[in-house]
């Protein structure tokens, strides 16, 4: 299982997932849990953020994380289920550690774009990577990484905070988005 150090999973799901992962297939090759993320102690819902479904829990050399700089996803060789686990993000740092460690994400972002340019001319999207993975990517390199860059926060912060009503989390949304 994949788990970040800021990660918490549910109590009760995961009673629930341990009793059932003895009963899958052997063509299951992993698992997908809900993703929440609670930001300045309250969950956000809004901005596209939710439902989250990743792919976190895989049999033992099945499966792989892919190399990556950024966006990196676990990708299997089988089937993968969505499981009732709940994993709720909640990062207890100040907002100022939060912003900075988001900076280096928009660093290690660039990085994966230049490398993808250089090396192949496109990007280098995994086919086994989910279908959510794999659309996300797609908007990624045909529309988000063609606007110009002084626009690029802009128009994400517009597309997330008002077209995927990300308002609707108040003023934790909004520092959030």
């Given amino acids: ?7 918490i999973i549910d109590q009760r799901s995961t009673v629930n997932l341990l009793q059932s992962l003895a009963q899958l297939p052997i063509s299951v090759a992993g698992a997908a849990v809900q ?3 609670i930001f300045m102690n309250k969950r956000i ?20 994380c892919e ?10 060789a089988g089937s993968v ?3 009732s686990a709940i994993i709720y993000d909640h990062n207890l740092k100040p907002l100022t550690w939060w912003t900075n460690k988001h900076n280096a994400y928009a660093s290690r972002e660039a990085i994966d774009l230049i490398s993808a340019r250089m090396s192949s001319g496109g990007s280098r999207t995994a086919v086994q990577t989910s279908p959510g993975a ?12 063609r606007l110009p860059s002084g626009g690029r926060a802009v128009a994400y912060f517009l597309y997330r905070y008002f077209l995927r ?6 003023r934790r949304g909004f520092y959030f988005h």
């Fill in 45 to 64: 819902r809004y901005g596209g953020i939710e439902p989250s479904w990743q792919l976190r829990l895989f049999r033992a050399k099945r499966g792989s």
């Fill in 35 to 37: 993703r929440r993320i």
């Fill in 81 to 83: 289920i969505k499981s």
């Fill in 134 to 145: 794999r659309i996300k990517r797609f908007v990624k390199v045909a529309v988000y990484n």
């Fill in 165 to 170: 009503v990300g308002f609707f989390d108040g």
């Fill in 1 to 7: 299982m994949r788990l970040d150090a800021d990660e």
């Fill in 67 to 76: 190399q990556r700089w950024m966006d990196e996803h676990i990708v299997v």
